[in-house]
């Protein structure tokens, strides 16, 4: 069974400050990496994607990947009030056919 | 931007009903997915589809079947509800080793 582990938290973080999000997945064959924001009561919303070690920077948000630690993690630069959301992350199999997601950190960025 | 359109956002049926969520994507894609979403259960697959009239089951197909006759459309159904499918459900599509959009979700209701 592969597995995505996520902290449920909640991670509570002041305004202004850096929050960061880990990850770790079973499958080592495992290539793509996603991570998806879902505010209360909505869908998921795709925020960042990696495909390579190292880091992958979009904005605020950056994406790190150790695929020999099998370590996803993203950090949220000045985190803002809007930015309180539950954050998922998601691995996509060996064979690219399904994504396997984490349950998911809620993140709660306090003014 | 990719547009996944779901039919219902707030559904109520009622027990022993046969029930359908229509789910349509206006970008070509050729996989889509079907997933139910439950407090501290995370998402979970339920069926996906890579192509016209093929699909694959997910994680937890009892009681659901799929239908996808065109590329664009994907229809979930619960054969007999019962109340344990009272959930979120969430439709999703994406291009072959692309990340994967979500529609809006529709919130089921069985009584």
């Known amino acids: 069974q592969k597995e995505v582990e996520q902290n449920s938290g909640p991670l509570s973080v002041p305004e202004g400050a850096i929050a960061s999000l880990n990850c770790t997945y079973s499958?080592?064959?495992?290539?793509?990496f996603f991570w998806y924001r879902q505010y209360s009561g909505k869908s998921p919303e795709l925020i960042m994607s990696?495909?390579?070690?190292g880091d992958k920077e979009d904005g605020r948000f950056t994406a790190q990947l150790n695929k020999a630690s099998q370590y996803v993690s993203l950090l949220i630069r000045d985190s803002q009030p809007s930015d309180s959301a539950t954050y998922l992350c998601?691995?996509?199999?060996?064979?690219?056919?399904?994504?396997?997601f984490g349950k998911g950190t809620m993140l709660l960025v306090s003014p | 931007d990719v547009k996944v359109t779901q039919s219902s956002r707030y559904l109520v049926k009622r027990t022993g009903e046969k029930v359908f969520l229509e789910c349509v994507q206006d970008?070509?894609?050729?996989?889509m997915f079907w997933y139910r979403q439950d407090p501290g259960l995370g998402l979970r697959l339920i069926y996906f589809?890579?192509?016209?009239?093929?699909?694959e089951k997910g994680d937890i197909p009892e009681g659901y079947s799929v239908s996808r006759e065109k590329k664009e459309r994907f229809s979930l159904i619960l054969e007999s509800a019962s109340t344990n499918q009272t959930s979120m459900y969430l439709c999703?599509?994406?291009?072959?080793?692309?990340?994967?959009?979500f529609g809006d979700g529709t919130r089921l209701s069985i009584l």
């Open positions: 999703a599509s994406r291009q072959q080793r692309q990340p994967q959009h």
């Open positions: 499958d080592r064959g495992s290539q793509s």
């Open positions: 990696i495909y390579s070690n």
């Open positions: 998601a691995v996509m199999n060996s064979g690219y056919s399904t994504l396997t």
């Open positions: 970008m070509d894609h050729e996989n």
């Open positions: 589809s890579y192509d016209v009239k093929m699909k």
